[in-house]
């Protein structure tokens, strides 16, 4: 047990709790409690979001597959950020002007059927919840790795602390966590990142060389083709980039920030930070391959790394700043969890108190209290249900849940999000229809994938060929919904149709856009 | 309202300016992503060639790095233009209707 990491791990989390209980005194309504009252600068608001973009399987997980299979982690690294200047360029500003709280509203602006509503509520809750499964998993497998913490116990540490800083602090806890939790991976990342480069005399070319020479696989780590196979796959996980545009919890965060300006403001901060980690990991990967060869503390007897696949960073950490910095980018890695399940848990409980219960079944004319009851009882209920499927699911793959998660926003929320603010022929049936083909769609091709049908159920091939659905998914959702649509004939789709022309001006111009926000 | 906002040839020319600026900026995202990402899938060999004889640098990593930079020098040409110029011309149009 590392002294260190137990003290910084101490001190990350007290600063977290100050930080909400600072939060607390600050909410007194609906609009703090989502949108931290719509205060926050574009730079604040960029850190958070590329907060949220680099998750434990950014760092760790990335630094982990460029570690094995070298080029083939940069190229996660690219489809990461591609999604960002189409947010910015296509949907970001719009979204604002249009919505309030969350994407739902934007979707059902002008889609008045509630169908449109529950099925776009429910596809963010069980994005969301995917994804949550997937980072409460990561964070009970690596705390257990660090701390020598049960299972069991490391999750519910997480689940009840996130539940804490939704509750009392609502978004300006969240957001905060997430800036904290940002600068200090900024900053570790850079630490690291230079030691490597000082160990080869800035010179990336020696850098490379000495990774090469201390790889089984010598130089073919430096092209591409080591991870992913086959063509379909990598085109996949290209275009699963942009399902970032269709998180949640990633898309309410522009709602978070005074006005438009700010809102684009943030993404181009996000974008720098981002782009910057990302050859950050690149990097890191790199160095960990020679400065780990050949020590042996950090592998086991028949020459596998401890710990497992995500541990590369964890050890270069230990090889460079020895005990106290281990300790400190464990607990690093722990507080980028922590942050990232927060937001995820807030976006649950922002969806069903405010798309279900206040949009939907009050029509807007909610009881403020009550709605704020609701997402407190939702946030607990995430929590509960978070620890619960992270203890059954605790042996699932964590990239597959993310890539399942990500595919599943790439293939529904994106598709109706892109469609519902740019084509006026959009209806309710086309939506709903369309996304619900497609959220089908996506679960069949998973469940016949590899990573379910052979390594979870043990056939020996797979009817699906590929890890990635998206290829095939994006394209049936976008065809589906267009159909669906020009086929709908009915009087309530002629209308939705006629209220494109109000929607088109106010998503242009913000005119008519909710007051408080702007 | 909506009706003089839409028939406002200063929002007319706005809108088309402004579609205009944009499809250029992902023109040039998709194009070059798309060619990184089919030379991925269909000519990986092509990546792996060193930039110069003897380096091992391949053509590979610096354009993945050329991706990740483009798409943070688009975001910031995107930015200047609409904070700068499009947000000018949103408030003269509503300030025109008010009139």
């Given at each position: 047990m590392n002294i260190a990491a137990i003290f910084m791990f101490v001190v990350i989390i007290s600063i977290t709790l100050v930080i909400t209980y600072l939060a607390s005194k600050r909410i007194s309504n609906k609009n703090d409690f989502y949108?931290?009252?719509?205060?926050?600068t574009g730079l604040q608001n960029g850190l958070a979001i590329s907060g949220d973009y680099m998750s434990a399987g950014t760092f760790l997980g990335i630094t982990g597959l460029v570690y094995f299979a070298g080029y083939d982690g940069l190229i996660i690294c690219v489809s990461a950020v591609i999604g960002l200047p189409f947010i910015l360029f296509l949907i970001a500003e719009r979204l604002r002007n249009l919505g309030?709280?969350?994407f739902v509203d934007v979707v059902s602006y002008r889609l008045s059927s509630t169908s449109v509503r529950v099925f776009s509520a429910s596809s963010s809750l069980l994005v969301v919840l995917i994804y949550l499964i997937g980072q409460i998993v990561a964070a009970g497998t690596l705390i257990q790795v660090l701390f020598d913490v049960p299972y069991l116990l490391s999750i519910i540490l997480i689940g009840s602390l996130m539940s804490i800083y939704v509750i009392f602090g609502g978004m300006l806890a969240t957001t905060w966590v997430q800036i904290v939790k940002a600068t200090l991976l900024l900053a570790s990342g850079t630490f690291l990142a230079g030691a490597i480069l000082l160990e080869v005399g800035l010179n990336f070319e020696t850098l490379l060389q000495r990774a090469t020479e201390s790889h089984a696989k010598g130089r073919a780590i430096l092209a591409p083709g080591l991870f992913f196979k086959d063509p379909i796959s990598v085109l996949s996980l290209c275009l699963a980039g942009f399902g970032i545009a269709g998180l949640p919890h990633v898309l309410m965060r522009f709602f978070t920030v005074a006005n438009v300006r700010e809102a684009r403001k943030s993404i181009f901060y996000a974008t720098g930070f981002i782009g910057y980690f990302e050859i950050l990991v690149f990097i890191i990967g790199l160095g960990a391959i020679f400065i780990l060869?050949?020590?042996?503390?950090?592998?086991?007897?028949?020459g596998h790394l401890l710990g497992g696949a995500n541990m590369p960073a964890i050890h270069l950490s230990h090889a460079i700043g020895g005990d106290f910095f281990l300790g400190f980018i464990s607990a690093v890695a722990f507080a980028t969890i922590l942050a990232v399940v927060t937001g995820l848990t807030l976006s649950a409980a922002s969806t069903v108190s405010h798309d279900i219960y206040s949009q939907l079944i009050k029509k807007g004319e909610s009881n403020e209290k009550m709605e704020l009851l609701l997402s407190k009882i939702t946030v607990i209920s995430t929590g509960i249900i978070a620890i619960g499927l992270g203890y059954i699911f605790q042996h699932e793959n964590i990239a597959f849940l993310n890539a399942f998660a990500l595919s599943l926003a790439a293939a529904t929320n994106f598709p109706i999000l892109v469609m519902s603010i740019f084509w006026s022929g959009m209806t309710s049936r086309g939506a709903v229809i369309g996304g619900f083909i497609a959220l089908i769609l996506t679960m069949v091709l998973v469940l016949l994938s590899p990573t379910v049908w052979?390594?979870?159920?043990?056939?020996?091939?797979?009817?699906?060929?590929?890890?990635?659905p998206t290829l095939f998914t994006m394209p049936v959702a976008f065809l589906a919904i267009f159909w669906f649509s020009i086929t709908d004939k009915s009087e309530r789709a002629a209308s939705e149709r006629a209220a494109f022309t109000h929607q088109f001006v106010r998503s242009e111009t913000g005119f008519g856009a909710n007051t408080l926000i702007n | 309202m909506e009706k003089q906002i839409l028939e406002n040839p200063r929002f007319k020319s706005l809108v088309k300016k402004r579609n205009r600026f944009t499809a250029t900026l992902i023109a040039i995202m998709l194009f070059v992503y798309t060619i990184y990402a089919l030379m991925l899938a269909y000519f990986p060999t092509v990546l792996a060639l060193p930039l110069w004889q003897g380096s091992f640098i391949n053509i590979g990593i610096p354009f993945a790095i050329f991706v990740i930079v483009l798409t943070f020098g688009l975001t910031g040409i995107y930015i200047r233009k609409a904070n700068n110029e499009f947000d000018v011309e949103i408030r003269k149009v509503l300030e025109e209707i008010a009139e």
């Amino acid at each position: 047990m590392n002294i260190a990491a137990i003290f910084m791990f101490v001190v990350i989390i007290s600063i977290t709790l100050v930080i909400t209980y600072l939060a607390s005194k600050r909410i007194s309504n609906k609009n703090d409690f989502y949108t931290a009252g719509g205060k926050l600068t574009g730079l604040q608001n960029g850190l958070a979001i590329s907060g949220d973009y680099m998750s434990a399987g950014t760092f760790l997980g990335i630094t982990g597959l460029v570690y094995f299979a070298g080029y083939d982690g940069l190229i996660i690294c690219v489809s990461a950020v591609i999604g960002l200047p189409f947010i910015l360029f296509l949907i970001a500003e719009r979204l604002r002007n249009l919505g309030e709280y969350t994407f739902v509203d934007v979707v059902s602006y002008r889609l008045s059927s509630t169908s449109v509503r529950v099925f776009s509520a429910s596809s963010s809750l069980l994005v969301v919840l995917i994804y949550l499964i997937g980072q409460i998993v990561a964070a009970g497998t690596l705390i257990q790795v660090l701390f020598d913490v049960p299972y069991l116990l490391s999750i519910i540490l997480i689940g009840s602390l996130m539940s804490i800083y939704v509750i009392f602090g609502g978004m300006l806890a969240t957001t905060w966590v997430q800036i904290v939790k940002a600068t200090l991976l900024l900053a570790s990342g850079t630490f690291l990142a230079g030691a490597i480069l000082l160990e080869v005399g800035l010179n990336f070319e020696t850098l490379l060389q000495r990774a090469t020479e201390s790889h089984a696989k010598g130089r073919a780590i430096l092209a591409p083709g080591l991870f992913f196979k086959d063509p379909i796959s990598v085109l996949s996980l290209c275009l699963a980039g942009f399902g970032i545009a269709g998180l949640p919890h990633v898309l309410m965060r522009f709602f978070t920030v005074a006005n438009v300006r700010e809102a684009r403001k943030s993404i181009f901060y996000a974008t720098g930070f981002i782009g910057y980690f990302e050859i950050l990991v690149f990097i890191i990967g790199l160095g960990a391959i020679f400065i780990l060869a050949g020590q042996t503390d950090y592998f086991t007897a028949d020459g596998h790394l401890l710990g497992g696949a995500n541990m590369p960073a964890i050890h270069l950490s230990h090889a460079i700043g020895g005990d106290f910095f281990l300790g400190f980018i464990s607990a690093v890695a722990f507080a980028t969890i922590l942050a990232v399940v927060t937001g995820l848990t807030l976006s649950a409980a922002s969806t069903v108190s405010h798309d279900i219960y206040s949009q939907l079944i009050k029509k807007g004319e909610s009881n403020e209290k009550m709605e704020l009851l609701l997402s407190k009882i939702t946030v607990i209920s995430t929590g509960i249900i978070a620890i619960g499927l992270g203890y059954i699911f605790q042996h699932e793959n964590i990239a597959f849940l993310n890539a399942f998660a990500l595919s599943l926003a790439a293939a529904t929320n994106f598709p109706i999000l892109v469609m519902s603010i740019f084509w006026s022929g959009m209806t309710s049936r086309g939506a709903v229809i369309g996304g619900f083909i497609a959220l089908i769609l996506t679960m069949v091709l998973v469940l016949l994938s590899p990573t379910v049908w052979i390594n979870v159920f043990g056939y020996a091939e797979a009817p699906f060929p590929y890890t990635y659905p998206t290829l095939f998914t994006m394209p049936v959702a976008f065809l589906a919904i267009f159909w669906f649509s020009i086929t709908d004939k009915s009087e309530r789709a002629a209308s939705e149709r006629a209220a494109f022309t109000h929607q088109f001006v106010r998503s242009e111009t913000g005119f008519g856009a909710n007051t408080l926000i702007n | 309202m909506e009706k003089q906002i839409l028939e406002n040839p200063r929002f007319k020319s706005l809108v088309k300016k402004r579609n205009r600026f944009t499809a250029t900026l992902i023109a040039i995202m998709l194009f070059v992503y798309t060619i990184y990402a089919l030379m991925l899938a269909y000519f990986p060999t092509v990546l792996a060639l060193p930039l110069w004889q003897g380096s091992f640098i391949n053509i590979g990593i610096p354009f993945a790095i050329f991706v990740i930079v483009l798409t943070f020098g688009l975001t910031g040409i995107y930015i200047r233009k609409a904070n700068n110029e499009f947000d000018v011309e949103i408030r003269k149009v509503l300030e025109e209707i008010a009139e």
